[in-house]
């Protein structure tokens, strides 16, 4: 079965309502006949800043039925085994580089969108760039793009973990590494 891929905006601002969006995307899927070139295969694109895409990837390799993975493209993350999704640890170390550049500014304006986001409110990022980290190849980056990454872990950790604490695992990371 050939790749679908999808422009999909996210219009929901809470948890419950949020998932079911979500999984009413994924609802519409056309079903797979089989293995490998037989399985349905889709690619959403979620969300963009500066001409970077966030997309979720589905089937996740965990088949974990509405499981999806978060990819960037057009970047990578971690230097010998390069992915374009960023892990939970990926995304810690771009928000402490970020963090490092300027704790006051990221204390003052990236920490308050991070707990928005967390809340389930729309964020827009002005022209005005927040910041940067710099990725595995030394690269400075958007740090947009890593908070819209936190979004929408946040929501898979919620369609994942839904009857247990779903974003507030990631959410948990986060504040023990000083980052929200």
């Known amino acids: 079965m050939p790749l679908v891929t999808l422009n999909k905006t996210l219009s929901s601002t809470t948890r419950a309502t949020i998932r079911d969006e979500v999984i009413n995307w994924f609802l519409a899927e ?4 089989g ?3 037989l399985a349905s295969k889709v690619h959403y694109t979620v969300d963009s800043y500066n001409g970077i895409s966030i997309e979720l990837h589905r089937p996740a390799t ?3 039925g509405f499981d999806f993975t978060v990819h960037v493209n057009g970047m990578f993350f971690k230097k010998n085994k390069r992915h374009t999704d960023p892990s939970h640890n990926d995304i810690f170390l771009a928000l402490s580089d970020c963090r490092n550049q300027n704790t ?3 204390d003052s304006k990236i920490k308050p969108i991070l707990l928005d986001i967390f809340n389930c409110q729309n964020v827009n990022f002005s022209s005005t760039s927040l910041g940067h980290f ?5 690269t400075q980056r958007p740090i947009e793009i890593i908070i819209l990454c936190v979004k929408w872990l946040f929501i898979e950790q919620d369609m994942t973990y839904w009857n247990w604490s779903g974003r507030q695992m990631l ?4 504040k023990n590494n000083n980052l929200i």
Do not use: E
């Not at 056309?30 to 006949?33: C, V």
């Not at 959410?171 to 986060?174: A, H, K, R, S, T």
């Open 35 to 37: 293995t490998g070139a």
């Open 104 to 106: 006051k500014h990221y």
């Open 62 to 64: 965990l088949n974990k």
């Open 134 to 138: 710099t990725d595995y190849s030394g």
């Open 30 to 33: 056309n079903p797979g006949t």
């Open 171 to 174: 959410f948990d990371g986060l």
